[in-house]
């Protein structure tokens, strides 16, 4: 349940709003070339518009450090939103000083002006107060609707709702709700996936499903980390050799877990190995065995030997066909699916036009899994940035019940930790 007030909670009508948004959007050439974010941002600004609110959009763009730069301008996004939303979309330069207060104070009732990347100030990221209280002269009431940021403290986060009521947007609600709900409650059994490269950001969360899952599966660069904790050849692959004492640790608890109750940890059996991640001209499958099955005996526990070690100048870059095969069988079986994290390299262009990549191959057949091509379809979660660029490109973020807009603060709320951004707004009244 979500205990924070949203924009239903309160009397918005005919205000001035100052509402920050996530248009951290990839932009390339000056157009926005994914606006899954934007998009996400509609309902509430709808609603807004329906309160007959004066809307003021503020956001973020890439690491300008902290002065004006046209490449993070947030301009493109405007120009995209005002296409979602087919409306014209006011624009300033700057997000405080005279011209973005002249802006505000000419908005009529139900339109729109975006100011540019609060970046664009060092004072954003230093909780500045000054710069605080300019931003929040530009409202009413403030909505926070910019999920992806919650996890970090900044002006735009954790300080405007100390100067104005501060709600959550709708689709604060709906990220907060649906992945807290997964984490509390879920339907079982509950699987997750977690791969991708940043091992060191997801080991906590691994630490909490160890707790709650009933299915967890690793790929990714994550995986690799494992197979050294192993004692695997990984040869060149990206490992984090510091976290193997951690990897134990987590193989540790996840056998004793298992020796307790039904539950399943697995690391892939198989890879793709290759010797250039750009180059892919000779991939092979190698077969290790290195899974921690808890419960099931029906594997093969003598891999052929020949095909067993990753070469000293080989990198692992995508799970093999064995591991999809059997993270997708899990699949099948899982109410509830959080999935975290590539199984390899996706994003290696294929060859010769081949639309999925030399190392997309694992990610691919677990996409189709939980799109549910393969019989069972479960409740499934999507989080993480390059996870769910996978997702967007493939134009595939509708085939899932909840895909997030937020990397680090979906996992930091899979945590179970508070996020700054939500803890600063207005509690719902009894
Ligand atoms: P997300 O953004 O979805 O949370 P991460 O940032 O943790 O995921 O990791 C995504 C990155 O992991 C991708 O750039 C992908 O290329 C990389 N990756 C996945 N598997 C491997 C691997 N085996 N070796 C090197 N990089 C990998
Ligand atoms: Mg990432």
């Avoid at 205990?3 to 909670?9: A, E, G, I, M, N």
């Avoid at 947007?169 to 879920?186: A, H, Q, Y």
């Avoid at 939980?370 to 490109?393: C, I, Y």
């Avoid at 085939?399 to 680090?408: I, K, M, Y």
Wanted: aromatic share 6%.
């Amino acid at each position: 349940m979500f205990t924070k007030q949203t924009v239903r909670d309160i009397d918005l009508k005919g205000k001035r709003v100052l509402m920050r948004v996530d248009y951290n959007v990839p932009i390339e050439d000056g157009k926005v070339v994914s606006d899954f974010r934007i998009v996400e941002s509609l309902p509430t600004i709808k609603y807004l518009i329906e309160q007959d609110c004066k809307i003021v959009l503020i956001s973020h763009l890439g690491r300008p450090d902290g002065r004006p730069s046209a490449k993070y301008s947030l301009r493109p996004a405007a120009e995209r939103l005002s296409e979602v939303l087919g409306r014209e979309i006011a624009f300033v330069e700057d997000c405080v000083g005279a011209s973005s207060t002249e802006a505000v104070s000419s908005l009529q009732n139900g339109q729109i002006l975006m100011l540019e990347n609060v970046r664009f100030h060092a004072e954003e990221e230093a909780n500045d107060e000054v710069f605080a209280k300019k931003l929040a002269a530009h409202g009413d009431v403030f909505v926070q609707d910019a999920f992806g940021v919650v996890h970090h403290g900044a002006v735009s986060v954790s300080e405007l709702p100390k100067y104005l009521p501060g709600v959550a947007g709708l689709l604060l609600e709906k990220e907060v709700d649906t992945i807290t709900s997964v984490m509390e409650k879920p339907e079982r059994p509950l699987m997750a996936i977690i791969g991708g490269s940043k091992i060191a950001d997801k080991i906590k969360v691994l630490d909490r499903f160890i707790e709650m899952a009933d299915f967890i599966a690793i790929g990714g660069a994550m995986a690799n980390t494992f197979l050294l904790a192993m004692g695997i050849e990984t040869g060149k692959s990206l490992a984090e050799p510091d976290d193997v004492p951690l990897a134990k640790e987590i193989m540790e608890k996840a056998r004793a877990k298992a020796a307790k109750q039904q539950f399943v940890f697995y690391l892939p059996q198989d890879g793709v190995v290759a010797t250039d991640m750009q180059n892919p001209s000779s991939t092979r499958i190698v077969e290790w065995d290195a899974h921690v099955i808890a419960d099931i005996e029906a594997y093969p526990k003598q891999p052929n030997k020949e095909a067993s070690q990753v070469a000293k100048n080989e990198l692992i870059l995508d799970i093999g066909p064995f591991s999809g095969s059997f993270i997708s069988g899990g699949v099948q079986l899982a109410k509830t699916v959080v999935w975290n994290g590539t199984m390899g390299v996706t994003e290696t262009d294929g060859k010769n036009n081949d639309p999925v990549g030399p190392f997309a191959h694992g990610t691919e057949l677990v996409v189709e899994a939980l799109m549910g091509h393969f019989g069972n379809k479960p409740f499934t979660v999507v989080g993480g940035g390059d996870t769910v660029s996978f997702v967007e490109e493939r134009g595939l973020t509708k085939a899932f019940n909840h895909v997030s807009t937020g990397g680090g603060a979906s996992l930091e709320l899979m945590e179970g930790r508070k996020l700054p951004g939500v803890e600063a707004l207005l509690d719902k009244e009894e």
